[in-house]
């Protein structure tokens, strides 16, 4: 796992997007129940199951993602915007 501590909103955004392309390219790899687990103290972040993450806030995948116009899943990014906000 490649965690990085983010020093401020946008480089935050970059990486939120990343991880969750991240997710979007390989669903089938992360566990049933994997919810975006986000460590409010290094706002750091990574979908994994609720049992495996202490102390952390929880969002569902599905709340960062969006249909572009060709009907592809993409990030939702007005979400990440949202969720950044909440850390810096």
Known sequence: MNIRINKDIKSYIHDLT?????????????PANALLAVQRELACNVFDSPDNCRGCDFYA??????????????????????????YY
């Not at 990343?18 to 992360?30: G, T």
């Not at 592809?72 to 915007?81: G, H, R, S």
Request: proline residues 5%; hydrophobic residues 45%; charged residues 20%.
């Open 18 to 30: 990343e991880l969750v392309w991240a997710y979007i390219r390989h669903r089938a790899f992360y």
């Open 61 to 86: 995948p599905e709340m960062l993602l969006t249909c572009n116009a060709k009907g592809a899943t993409v990030p939702n990014l007005n979400v990440i915007k949202s969720i950044a906000k909440r």
